[in-house]
């Protein structure tokens, strides 16, 4: 790395061509016959920095060819690329001036895991989701389409991505428009998981038949060398390649949608890659351009487990940053440093592995329940459940639609499924929330995983709005749990009721039920709240994993003779609105907890709940997340501090409240 890095490891090997390349530009000047070498310089620092850091390392590592392709054979300062998901552009951020920053990749105040505008001019959108390069793609191409020399636009897709039904659309709508765009279709056999799915099959056929270009290869060959005729025909090769694919993989789909196919390459061949895609960006329409590349190429473990090297944490944890503190009136803590961590101890389980326990023991004994997961098989704990029950397990690939769907029929015909999703990504099949599930009022369980913030994958994961978007309909069960025991219970609940009911947690560890409550807790049933502790003046409406902060913040201040009462709301929906028109009467302050958006929140039920109430005498405090869109940092617990949201955080909007009380 440059001498004026200031995170430069002095021991870490010389890469002198990496270094060199501030910019695209500085890629033209560079000899063909040296890219390889500057490939293996960039995976290899891949390789040193992502596995200090963390991130996504599987991906990159096998997009590295084809990134430096891309670069030499496009100008994106004018033309336009869109990397679908994003998390694959590490290699796209070391060659557009960004090297210096990996030391500090999906940190507080550092890179960010995936493409920002905020970054770079290179960037042409922050995204996070699945699915949605190719109608990125088609919409900046017909935005363009007006201009003399039109920019070219290109889409990069994974081939589990390419199964997701927005791909499709996509495809089909630029196939029947014509529009030129150049699709590259990354296609490593990988999501996290393996890809799965009919789309994934016919793509397997197609890698398999690799003899398809040998026999073009072979063809070209023998045309050639016949003495006059041999370079006129030469032209024809395309239409016998065409022949020749046809008869291997029957009913070419993509171009059936109007679609070129070119392919499949190798996609570690950089040479090949930079030459065809120079050829193809000549080419009129939508023009797809398929490679084959391996995920996690050059890892030692990449050909064993791709599924371990898609994503690694860090080797050491990262050293906590500065963080503007924000208190419960949006103010802002100008000193810079955080207050001391303040979560309790951590003796559980993670919350997705307590689910995935909670959910087998429950399958044991009611053979009616299935599990579901959209391409989230080991993300959401499943892959303990398919492992368990085969039969009984169903990834249906990168479609949160239709796996919700499916789910609404199984539920119909009698069966409890059971939809693991994260909560950023359930936003996708809302409409089968509404249409299918909700509005038929059928028993679908969804376990929304990472339900609140997620520290290092920032605002394109957060799971911060599902209690705003599912509360809304009508008849649907919310709640959290705030420990592993109350996982078991809440689960056993929610596959008792009538209805949908959605049950969420983040991705973090529980903490030890002993340490929260040790006495015998309340029966489990919708809209029952549990009193943890009763206080004086202020009492502490907290929902789900936040309860432990609101109960160590409750200590801290009864060590200075302050009683404030506590509360596991458990249910967003029903709300328990006897124990809270109890509380409006009792209290001075009613302070709700939530990790999520203020906006259609908890805080907001609780508001809602209490303008229907006879009047009492509490005001309520409302914390939760801001309307804003909370950006990366190094952890959870990090972003909880920095908005208030922790012990520290509650410990002092308490004692706020209580001066203010004070003084007026």
């Not at 590295?64 to 690329?81: K, M, Y």
């Not at 045309?223 to 041999?230: D, F, L, Q």
Request: hydrophobic letters at 40%.
């Amino acid at each position: 790395m440059s001498q004026t890095d200031p995170h430069a490891d002095p021991g870490a090997p010389a890469r002198p061509l990496l270094e060199s390349i501030d910019s695209p530009a500085d890629l033209a000047p560079l000899p063909s016959e040296r890219l390889p070498e500057l490939c293996n310089e960039i995976r290899g620092f891949l390789l040193d920095n992502v596995q200090r850091t963390g991130g996504h390392l599987g991906s990159n590592l096998g997009v590295v060819e084809l990134t430096v392709a891309l670069h030499r054979a496009f100008d994106f300062r004018r033309d336009r690329v869109v990397f679908d998901v994003s998390h694959q552009a590490y290699v796209h951020k070391l060659l557009t001036g960004r090297r210096e920053g990996f030391a500090t990749l999906r940190q507080t105040g550092g890179l960010c895991g995936f493409t920002n505008p905020e970054e770079s001019d290179y960037d042409l959108f922050h995204t996070g989701h699945a699915g949605t390069s190719v109608s990125l793609g088609l919409g900046l191409a017909l935005a363009a389409a007006h201009e003399k020399e039109p920019p070219h636009v290109v889409s990069v897709i994974g081939d589990a991505s390419l199964g997701a039904g927005v791909a499709f659309e996509a495809l089909n709508h630029a196939g029947a428009l014509g529009q030129k765009l150049v699709v590259v279709l990354n296609d490593n056999q990988w999501s996290i998981s393996r890809s799965v799915g009919a789309m994934a099959r016919y793509l397997s056929r197609i890698r398999s038949a690799r003899l398809v270009q040998r026999a073009q290869q072979e063809i070209a060959s023998l045309i050639n060398a016949i003495p006059v005729i041999g370079p006129r025909v030469d032209r024809t090769l395309d239409q016998i390649g065409e022949v020749i694919r046809h008869s291997l993989v029957p009913g070419h789909v993509f171009e059936e949608l109007g679609v070129t196919y070119v392919g499949p390459i190798d996609g570690h061949d950089v040479r090949r890659l930079e030459s065809e895609l120079l050829r193809i960006k000549e080419l009129d329409g939508v023009v797809l351009l398929h490679t084959l590349t391996q995920k996690g190429k050059g890892h030692p473990d990449a050909l064993e487990h791709p599924e371990r090297v898609h994503g690694v944490k860090p080797s050491a944890p990262p050293a906590p940053k500065e963080a503007k503190v924000t208190d419960d009136r949006g103010a802002g803590r100008e000193d810079g440093k955080l207050p001391p961590s303040s979560a309790p101890p951590r003796k559980g389980p993670a919350f997705t592995k307590a689910f995935a326990s909670s959910l087998v023991k429950l399958a044991e004994r009611d053979l009616r329940i299935q599990a579901i997961t959209a391409a989230m098989p080991s993300g959401t704990g499943l892959d303990a459940f398919a492992e368990r029950f085969p039969a009984r397990f169903h990834d249906t690939g990168i479609t949160e639609q239709h796996a919700l769907a499916m789910a609404a029929g199984m539920a119909k015909g009698g069966l409890r499924p059971v939809a693991a999703i994260y909560s950023t990504f359930l936003q996708r099949g809302y409409d089968q929330v509404f249409q299918e599930i909700v509005l038929q009022g059928l028993p679908v369980l969804l376990c929304l995983d990472r339900a609140g913030l997620v520290g290092q994958d920032g605002p394109t994961h957060n799971g911060v709005f599902d209690i705003a978007y599912l509360r809304t309909f009508p008849g649907v069960v919310l709640c959290a749990p705030r420990d592993a025991s109350d996982m078991d219970r809440m689960l056993e609940m929610a596959l008792r009721q009538d209805g949908p009911v959605a049950v969420r947690f983040p991705r973090d560890t529980a903490p030890d039920p002993e340490v929260i409550h040790a006495t015998e807790r309340r029966e489990m049933a919708p809209g029952k709240a549990e009193v943890l502790c009763e206080g004086e003046r202020v009492v502490v409406w907290a929902y789900g994993p936040l309860v432990g902060q609101a109960l160590l913040a409750a200590e801290r201040l009864r060590a200075d003779g302050v009683e404030i009462g506590v509360v596991d709301a458990r249910f967003a929906k029903p709300l328990d609105e006897e124990l809270l028109a109890r509380h409006a009467q009792d209290y001075r302050w009613i302070v709700t907890l939530e990790e999520h958006q203020r906006a259609g929140g908890f805080g907001s039920a609780v508001l809602e709940a209490l303008s229907r109430q006879p009047a009492g005498d509490a005001r309520v405090r409302v914390l939760g997340i801001p309307d804003r869109f909370v950006t990366h940092m190094s952890s959870r617990a990090e972003q909880l501090a920095s908005l208030g949201l922790d012990a520290a955080g509650v410990e002092q909007t308490v004692r706020n409240l209580l001066q203010s009380a004070r003084i007026s």
